[in-house]
């Protein structure tokens, strides 16, 4: 005989939700488990039964993650990049926190639970009632603002569902336009809409960085949130100083130059291990691009090594960086490598370096 389905069972999400906000964690809601819109991300997105085919329901847990960076200023010889003040230290730490608390709840009553890495997570995020989008593409909830990232858990527990519309109304008036504003690449192309292509969040996962638009990344390593810190209902959103988990110790202003040499150990044990997901190139591409807009000449024998880099986005950041460096070392080290460098690509890179170098190539 088939098993006969659970019936929805509100006292157990009652006790779910009660469960997971006694652990710290800032919201809970509960969606179907049908497919959700998907959208281009930095990965392939997954649904809920892809992963659990007995799933009912999706389970979103919510948690601030606005803190204070902590930067220190560069200095001559050694620029420092930054992090942004949106999660860079607090997302992994506490994404397990979330699993460990869902996933040990509903298993110890008998259901499973599979966390969803890949689903998408904002439309879940919104369908679950936890917010809405803002103009600018993220979700603003209601009482933390947009300073909210979110995990999400596949189950075949019978859970209360919630089933709010993805249109809804939005919390933006209708002539706030300051993330719009604020976007240092414009970005924000409409309203509520968002070009990947020159999202600065985007590149800093590896994606290719258009050569006219790499000034705008400054010294960023890894996020953005120009759009999240000039939003109203960010504002008065306190930095959150208690976890319910000890947080990365990371830096938040790294120093550049040993980003370009250093093993795969060191990157790990220097940056934050939710800017780590985006692996060690994505990491010395972003190193790599911030010291070219630093302006220090101390960068040019560090970037005379990732000029042979085996990947050609690395090779073409480093020609651009040091012909935004300029100076005779950098000159010299752009000629030597046109001469042997065989990608196409990387070669209009070099050329492009050497004209801003001072220096013209046939």
């Known amino acids: 005989m088939s098993r006969v389905p659970d019936r929805i069972d509100p006292r157990l999400t009652a006790e779910l939700t009660e469960h997971v906000l006694a652990a710290g964690i800032d919201l809970a809601g509960v969606l179907s488990a049908d497919p959700l819109p998907e959208s281009p991300a930095v990965y392939r997105h997954v649904q809920a039964r892809e992963v659990l085919p007995a799933a009912r329901a999706v389970v979103v847990a919510g948690f601030c993650v606005r803190y204070e960076p902590r930067l220190q200023p560069s200095r001559p010889g050694a620029p420092r990049g930054r992090f942004t003040p949106y999660g860079s230290r607090a997302f992994q730490q506490m994404n397990a926190h979330c699993e460990a608390t869902v996933g040990s709840f509903l298993r110890a009553r008998g259901y499973a639970a599979a966390p969803l890495p890949r689903l998408p997570i904002k439309p879940a995020a919104v369908r679950a009632g936890l917010g809405r989008y803002g103009r600018h593409s993220v979700v603003v909830t209601p009482r933390l603002g947009a300073w909210v990232m979110f995990s999400c858990f596949a189950t075949d527990a019978p859970l209360v569902v919630v089933e709010q519309p993805l249109n809804a109304p939005v919390p933006c008036p209708p002539d706030c336009r300051r993330c719009v504003e604020a976007c240092p690449t414009g970005a924000i192309t409409a309203d509520y809409e968002v070009d990947r292509a020159r999202c600065v969040t985007n590149w800093l996962w590896g994606y290719h960085v258009p050569p006219e638009l790499r000034d705008k990344q400054e010294n960023r390593m890894f996020g953005c949130g120009e759009c999240l810190l000039a939003c109203p209902r960010n504002q008065g959103v306190q930095p959150r100083r208690d976890y319910p988990v000890p947080i990365d110790a990371a830096e938040d202003s790294p120093e550049l130059i040993p980003l370009l040499t250093a ?27 911030a010291l070219g807009n630093s302006g220090d000449p101390a960068a040019v024998d560090a970037l005379a090594a990732t000029l042979h880099h085996e990947k050609p986005q690395l090779r073409g950041y480093t020609a651009w960086s040091l012909g935004r460096l300029g100076g005779a070392k950098a000159r010299r080290l752009l000629a030597a490598a046109r001469i042997r460098e065989t990608d196409a690509a990387v070669v209009r890179e070099i050329d492009r370096a050497l004209r801003e170098a001072g220096e013209q190539t046939e």
């Open 263 to 289: 093993d795969e150990a060191h990157l790990r044990a220097t940056l934050p291990a939710f800017a780590m997901q985006a692996g060690v190139d994505a990491m010395r591409g972003n190193a790599i691009i």
